[in-house]
């Protein structure tokens, strides 16, 4: 009698197709999810099969187990998704399901607790991350560059060329207990449950700017946020680690994360 091997569960990972580089994330993800298959595996629990698709409505995104919001303008997004009516089907997923998600640029200001610099009137955000932010940190499109960026977690240890294009920076973590208030004065900052910001990468900040380095990449339970596009490169390295991440917390939900039948 033979048993059969079991099958690799689907995950569903959703790229919020409002603006920004969609087309670009999807393309690494799917570069990304082919090299983990082809990766020998530690045990016999095959790896996932991943899906990818983009997010425009409430019925897409409950669909997803996973979520990225690209980069473009925060406040356009905002109310983009609120006329969607996207906005609260956002929070629930991020802040209540914790599902896996990952903001980068935009998405970052988008997955804030709080943001300055913003237009008049403030904008709308979704929260998950225990922090404030400062929008474009670096200045104007025309003020766009490219850095190399010491990331620790990334396997391997040559510099990840990063992407900035008025690019967001973290400019205060919100220490347990602390109060605030959104940009917009209405509304109290919402603090996530449980666990504390990490800092996963820095860049230098500008000259004449004040001494250190600018946050530019953090995690916090299942958000993670990057002020940078990795998706606006060839290097797969950040998108591979997601999904490994995306795996991870799965698991550690308690969802199922060995084979469908």
Not at 34 to 39: E, H, K, N, P, Y
Not at 87 to 115: I, N, Y
Not at 138 to 162: A, I, N
Not at 213 to 236: C, M, Y
Request: charged letters at 20%; a neutral charge.
């Amino acid at each position: 009698m033979t048993v059969d091997a079991p099958s690799p569960q689907q995950i569903t990972v959703g790229v919020l197709a409002l603006q920004g580089g969609v087309i670009e994330h999807i393309s690494l993800l799917q570069k990304a999810a082919a090299q983990l298959s082809s990766q020998p595996t530690e045990s016999s629990t095959p790896t996932p099969q991943f899906s990818f698709v983009q997010v425009r409505t409430a019925a897409q995104l409950s669909q997803c187990d996973a979520l990225i919001i690209p980069g473009g303008e925060s406040t356009t997004m905002a109310i983009v998704a609120r006329r969607l009516g996207l906005l609260d089907p956002l929070r629930e997923f991020v802040k209540v399901q914790h599902k896996p998600t990952w903001g980068t640029c935009a998405g970052l200001v988008m997955l804030a607790s709080a943001a300055s610099a913003t237009k008049q009137g403030g904008q709308e955000l979704i929260g998950g991350l225990d922090v404030k932010v400062l929008r474009n940190r670096y200045g104007t499109q025309l003020q766009s560059f490219v850095g190399d960026l010491r990331l620790p977690f990334l396997e391997e240890g040559k510099p990840f060329r990063g992407v900035f294009i008025r690019a967001p920076v973290v400019e205060e973590i919100i220490s347990s207990g602390s109060g605030g208030t959104a940009e917009n004065g209405e509304k109290e900052v919402t603090k996530s449950k449980g666990n504390q910001v990490e800092v996963l990468g820095t860049y230098p900040k500008p000259q004449g700017t004040g001494e250190g380095d600018d946050i530019v990449a953090v995690r916090q339970g299942n958000v993670f946020g990057t002020s940078f596009h990795p998706e606006l490169t060839d290097d797969v390295r950040i998108h591979t680690w997601w999904l490994k991440q995306v795996v991870e917390g799965l698991k550690s939900a308690g969802r199922d994360v060995q084979a469908q039948s």
